[in-house]
């Protein structure tokens, strides 16, 4: 069965203060893994796919990373705006479902 | 471009009443189409999923049920409501066919079962 983990939790930094998010998974095969953005009450949002380990994607003041075991979400002199809850999602090869973890609450404080 | 539509957005119902939400895609055709619930505290969990008109898998044994009647739209339906049902449901849609298609949702339903 596939699994992922994130950690910490909950993230609380000063406007500026770069950080990484960690996302741990184990699957079958893997797919791909996505990551998302939520904000309170929406839906989330798609940020990126990685598809295979060394894999990098930027999107603004996000980075994220892909190795064989775990995928790190970077953010660079963050802004209120980016607080949001960060989720992660692994594809196997079997199915068409994405498994996801429960997210890092990341708070960004001005 | 394509857009996803879920209503209502906010529904309280009492136990052991039925339940209907009903979502719709646009912009896009033969999509996959999805319901996760989210928990508080908790990931998001796949309830079902369709790859075509009629074609629903079960992910999760419950008393939920979904119906796909026509090609871009989902329906989530419950006979008779637990507490254990409250939560935010979540449509979300994949192209069929395309290798690693993200999933893109729609704005969720907050469900409260009093």
């Known amino acids: 069965e596939d699994q992922v983990t994130q950690s910490p939790e909950a993230l609380r930094l000063q406007e500026g203060e770069s950080s990484s998010l960690n996302c741990s998974y184990t699957?079958?095969?893997?797919?791909?893994l996505f990551w998302y953005r939520q904000d309170p009450g929406k839906g989330p949002e798609f940020l990126f796919t990685?598809?295979?380990a060394g894999e990098e994607k930027e999107k603004e003041r996000l980075k994220a990373t892909l190795t064989k075991k775990e995928s790190f979400l970077h953010i660079t002199a963050p802004k209120p705006e980016d607080s949001a809850t960060y989720l992660c999602?692994?594809?196997?090869?079997?199915?068409?479902?994405?498994?996801f973890g429960t997210g890092t609450r990341l708070t960004i404080i001005p | 471009s394509q857009t996803i539509h879920q209503w209502p957005a906010t529904l309280v119902q009492p136990v052991g009443s039925p339940l209907s939400l009903e979502c719709t895609v646009e912009?896009?055709?033969?999509?996959?189409l999805y319901w996760y619930r989210q928990a508080a505290g908790r990931g998001l969990q796949l309830l079902f999923y369709?790859?075509?008109?009629?074609?629903i898998s079960s992910e999760v044994p419950q008393n939920l049920s979904a119906s796909r009647p026509q090609d871009r739209q989902f329906i989530l339906s419950s006979k008779k409501l637990l507490l254990s049902d409250s939560g935010f449901y979540l449509c979300?849609?994949?192209?069929?066919?395309?290798?690693?298609?993200?999933?893109?949702f729609g704005n969720g339903t907050r469900l409260t079962v009093t």
């Open positions: 979300a849609w994949s192209v069929r066919g395309l290798y690693n298609s993200p999933l893109h």
């Open positions: 699957v079958s095969g893997l797919r791909g």
């Open positions: 990685l598809y295979s």
């Open positions: 999602a692994v594809r196997n090869f079997g199915n068409e479902k994405l498994t």
């Open positions: 912009g896009t055709s033969n999509p996959n």
């Open positions: 369709s790859v075509g008109i009629g074609q």
